[in-house]
């Protein structure tokens, strides 16, 4: 039972592994060449590399980390942790650019960083749950 339950856990941090780094990639290079080549605003380019990295997100924890099929329930969840935690990235985002002063490409790396854990155990524990 124990050996079935770490490797299911092992499966799950596998899976929300790739799935998360394609979605912070994404986020943070979107976010990125937002800012810097069309001259977005960082906060605004933050948003554009977010919603890109959710669609990942979603799909990619729905059917490959959490094996559940979706529906309203799950979305609704889903949503409501992405928007909290998006929050907390523009939060992270504006305390470390103005408060810290770092420069805007160690700040988003900080929060494409920081929020993913948050997010994973959101997930595991509410979001996904059976």
Request: proline residues 2%; positive net charge; aromatic residues 14%.
């Amino acid at each position: 039972m124990i050996n079935k339950l770490d490797s299911a856990l092992v499966r799950q941090l596998f899976f929300f592994g790739i799935v998360g780094i394609s979605a912070t990639l994404t986020h943070y290079f979107v976010a990125l060449l937002s800012h810097d080549f069309l001259g977005v605003s960082l906060y605004i380019a933050n948003l554009l590399g977010y919603c890109s990295a959710v669609a990942i997100s979603y799909f990619g924890h729905s059917k490959l980390t959490f094996s559940r099929e979706l529906n309203w329930l799950v979305f609704t969840r889903f949503v409501v942790v992405s928007v909290c935690t998006f929050g907390l990235s523009e939060l992270i985002l504006w305390g470390l650019e103005s408060q810290i002063k770092l420069h805007h490409a160690l700040s988003l790396a900080v929060v494409v960083c920081t929020i993913p854990v948050i997010t994973f155990l959101l997930s595991k524990l509410w979001v996904f749950r059976p």
